[in-house]
């Protein structure tokens, strides 16, 4: 059976694959054939006429919802515009002609770039109104190899980032609002300085998550450090003030006009000062503990994020929309409790691409109810609650996550009937009391259903359990590995594994080859034990 990091490293797996095979999506096959950037201006100029001439008219956007459907995709027509369609005869020209070029590598027929694709055009809208010095840039892969392969485009969807020519890893989210955030970062606006009043007012009509510092003057050590982090942080909008009552706008609970930091987060915990010392790195840590919501949904999109937050304690709560619109409440208060110190992640439990991998490390797989774990992936454990999910329960259970008491939580069948059993079926609450505790040696056949040579050894174990059915001394026993776990079997990872625990010592049990005869398998027991009321048969 792998271990307990094994597992959930095969799980992390799992979701790095939902992640990339998302379910279908229609396919995204661009008409912009122009090769050249000549030509993008005068379209949009275009679009600009029309919007001047509809606002001259009198025109306004019709609250029905066909022509809301029908202005959408207006907007998103003209965002597509504005993305140059890469090609093998202008993709060099492009990226050594201008100082900053995102690009993103695509196929038609993948449906990861499909569901990007819009999000990368709404981007380079925002980006053009903003005035980013940034051009975005997009390249069928698939279609013209030879200029992806100049790129270092080898999946999709591929960001790439060029900065005078050098390209760079995309590290950032995949909404239009986190391109839109992680390129300005990395093409010289790293902070937003706020200056006004009025200016504040229209940053949180936009912005609900972000950090802001209050800075006396913009130098010194402190500020350079504020802005290094903000340098370095991927995800988070870092805004600026040098006025107090601007940071009162941003940030209501400020108690103090000398040099501040706080976070700010559109959820019950809405405020969060930072204590510590303004050097890059504490802050950094400060966001990495504190920028997730209190109770974070689970994504297909942040399941990486949430899988290496440095929150190592993390407490899954598998439930539908409905039955979380009720543990909502009362988890944010435990939440509250806890900040920090235990990460509260919601799945929704239908998901299966999401929930399914967790479950069935808990042999919870088919579970249509609420089911309540944690994972220490410090530790490599698991726990389960298993009580009713009560706020007074989940706080118990996690008080006692947090102090350490808790007992891990193992897989396991129910316990089966073994009477007149010639192999007895051991499961995960049976391994105790049946191989451990029991007065007689075992030779214990452990297995997987989807091993291909563990039929072989199976009959094996039948006939050798018939042939010693006479002992007093010696018992046969089996265990799915795949659906039952226990501490003393977590370095067992090859299958089929025979293990032999003899009576006088159950610590240590005796390997025996699964590569043996079952004459050779007899001779070995033989030489390990001594078998009482049994004699060795020729037929074997």
Known sequence: ????????????????????????????????????????????????????????????????????????????????????????????????????????????????????????????????????????????????????????????????????????????????????????????????????????????????????????????????????????????????????????????????????????????ERYTAYDGAFTTNEILEFLDYNKFPLVTKMTETNSIKVYSSPVKLQVFVFADAGELKNLLDPLQKVA??????????????????????????????????????????????KYLLESKPTQSNIEEFCNKLLQGSLSPYFKSQPIPDNTDASVRVIVGKTFENAILSSKESVLLEVFAPWCITCETISKHVEKLAKHYKGSSNLIFARIDASVNEHPKLQDVNDYPTLLLYRATDKTKPIKLSTKSSLKELAKSINEHLKVQNQVIKDEL
């Open 1 to 268: 059976m792998p271990s307990g990091f094994t597992s959930f490293s095969l799980t992390l797996l799992l979701l790095l694959l939902t992640f990339i095979l998302v379910s279908n999506t229609s396919e995204v096959v661009s008409d912009n054939n122009d090769d050249d950037l000549e030509g993008i201006d005068e379209l949009l100029a275009v679009d600009t006429e029309l919007e001047n001439e509809s606002k001259n008219n009198g025109g306004s956007i019709s609250s029905s919802s066909s022509d809301a459907k029908l202005s959408e995709a207006e907007v998103l027509t003209k965002a597509q515009r504005i993305v140059i369609e890469l090609n093998n005869d202008n993709t060099e020209r492009v990226i050594n002609g201008n100082e900053f070029v995102l690009v993103l590598g695509y196929a038609p027929w993948c449906a990861r770039s499909a569901e990007l694709m819009p999000h990368f055009a709404e981007a380079a809208s925002l980006l053009r109104e903003l005035g980013a010095p940034l051009l975005l840039a997009k390249i069928d892969a698939d279609r013209f190899s030879k200029s992806a392969s100049f790129l270092g485009i080898k999946g999709f969807p591929t960001l790439l980032l060029y900065v005078n020519g050098t390209s760079q890893q995309y590290s950032g989210g995949f909404t239009a609002d986190e391109i839109v955030l992680w390129s300005r970062k990395k093409t010289g606006t790293p902070v937003i300085q706020i200056s006004s009043v009025t200016e504040a007012e229209e940053f949180l009509k936009k912005y609900h998550t972000f950090v802001i510092g209050l800075f006396e003057k913009f130098e010194g050590p402190e500020y350079e450090e504020f802005v290094r982090a903000a340098k370095s942080d991927n995800e988070t909008q870092f805004v600026e003030t040098s006025k107090f009552e601007v940071a009162q706008v941003l940030y209501p609970d400020i108690k103090t006009a000398d040099c501040f930091l706080g976070i700010v987060k559109s959820e019950p």
């Open 336 to 381: 509250k409790t806890f900040k920090s110190k235990i990460m509260f992640i919601h799945v929704d439990i239908k998901d299966e691409n999401l929930a399914k991998p967790f479950l069935t490390l808990l042999g919870l797989e088919e579970s249509k109810n609420t089911v309540v774990a944690a994972f220490d992936n410090e530790m490599s454990s």
